[in-house]
């Protein structure tokens, strides 16, 4: 049982959340190289922050993840600098902008986030299963 655990200097702790996200206005942008490249992103950046993907999933139109926060940060801090961070990378990779002069925003406000506790295995199958014939879009 003491694998589940990692530790901080004072707690042990198992705190992973499957995360779902979508673009603005839930378009269907999410194809070719940005989906091919999103997984990286999101990897270097939950590593900035501490944070491990256990478990990805890129569709269309939203993104599906499991992620492993140390209690030390609050869910919505790392979701915020996932998406804000990655807004930008989407933007200077492929929208060929150095700055978003415009205020154009790529990820919709909202998310939605579930604690996983010890069903570890059943959301990464589902995360896994989401597009069953596609596997373009795991990261």
């Given amino acids: 049982m003491s694998e589940l655990y990692q530790s901080l200097s004072h707690s042990r702790w ?11 206005r839930r378009r269907k942008k999410l194809y070719g190289d940005i ?19 256990i478990e990805g999933h ?11 926060i140390p209690p030390k940060h609050s869910v919505a801090t790392v979701i915020g600098f996932l ?12 929208g060929g902008r150095d700055r978003n002069f ?10 939605a986030v579930s604690t996983v506790g010890l069903e570890l295995e059943q959301v990464k199958a589902y995360i896994r299963d989401q597009e069953a014939t596609d596997d373009q879009g795991q990261f």
């Fill in 14 to 24: 198992n705190c992973k959340y499957h995360v779902v996200f979508v673009p603005k």
């Fill in 35 to 53: 989906r091919r490249k999103l997984g990286a992103i999101f990897h270097e950046l939950a590593r900035q922050k501490e944070c491990r993907i």
């Fill in 58 to 68: 890129v569709m269309p139109d939203h993104i599906h993840m499991c992620i492993e």
């Fill in 83 to 94: 998406k804000g961070k990655s807004a930008i990378a989407i933007a200077r990779q492929f």
């Fill in 102 to 111: 415009s205020g154009e925003h790529f990820w919709a406000r909202g998310y």
